[in-house]
T-cell receptor
Framework: EPEVTQTPSHQVTQMGQEVILRCVPI?????FYWYRQILGQKVEFLVS????????KSEIFDDQFSVERPDGSNFTLKIRSTKLEDSAMYFC????????????FGQGTRLTVV | GENVEQHPSTLSVQEGDSAVIKCTYS??????FPWYKQELGKGPQLIID?????GEKKDQRIAVTLNKTAKHFSLHITETQPEDSAVYFC?????????????FGQGTELSVKP
């Protein structure tokens, strides 16, 4: 069964450092997303991406965040200068040919900023 | 903006009993409602979804009902088993949203006791 894969599973970084979280969406999907989940809280939308550009972003997704699809398979989230409050689980998701179809999530990357 | 409220936050049932989790949404333009199951350390897994043109959908032991007038939808799990223990999230997507942004509820931690 096709699945969304994320690497690394856990990343520890020092405050102020840049991190790149990587995702391989399901191969025939066209819509890509990043969500985050702070420990014990609800899943929050960060950004959606379609046709090589951002479709929508939340207020969380400020200038420190960027996304990229550098090739035909990877989808990345970059945090330029990490803050302690960026510590969370980050989930990548993808959905098919229409935006309101089922979104499938990866297993997540746990980011710890120290 | 859209808001999704989910109750209860925790639910404990005996194996074999039924479990019901309820969500309400605020945006009357919402037309897609998925439910996700999240096991410890894993990403959200889509288990069932419903669109606004139907009132009920069933898949084996899992069913979802939707009341558009009252703007609420519920997840029903019958004959619960210990492996149903997890955190369950409801979500909503508005037809006015072009970016595919899912709004999640706060989650319900279901515990099924053998």
């Amino acid at each position: 069964e096709p699945e969304v894969t994320q690497t690394p599973s856990h990343q520890v970084t020092q405050m102020g450092q840049e991190v790149i979280l990587r995702c391989v969406p399901i191969s025939n999907h066209l819509y890509f997303y990043w969500y985050r989940q702070i420990l014990g809280q609800k899943v929050e939308f960060l950004v959606s991406f379609y046709n090589n550009e951002i479709s929508e972003k939340s207020e969380i997704f400020d200038d420190q965040f960027s996304v990229e699809r550098p090739d035909g398979s990877n989808f990345t989230l970059k945090i330029r200068s990490t803050k302690l409050e960026d510590s969370a689980m980050y989930f990548c998701a993808s959905s098919g040919v229409r935006v309101n179809t089922e979104a499938f999530f990866g297993q997540g990357t746990r980011l710890t900023v120290v | 903006g859209e808001n999704v409220e989910q109750h209860p936050s925790t639910l404990s049932v005996q194996e074999g009993d039924s479990a019901v989790i309820k969500c309400t949404y605020s945006d009357s333009a919402s037309n897609y409602f998925p439910w996700y199951k999240q096991e410890l350390g894993k990403g959200p897994q889509l288990i069932i979804d419903i669109r606004s043109n139907v009132g009920e959908k069933k898949d084996q032991r899992i069913a979802v009902t939707l009341n558009k007038t009252a703007k609420h939808f519920s997840l029903h799990i019958t004959e619960t088993q210990p492996e149903d223990s997890a955190v369950y999230f409801c979500a909503a997507l508005s037809r006015d949203n072009q970016g595919g942004k899912l709004i999640f509820g706060q989650g319900t931690e279901l515990s099924v006791k053998p």
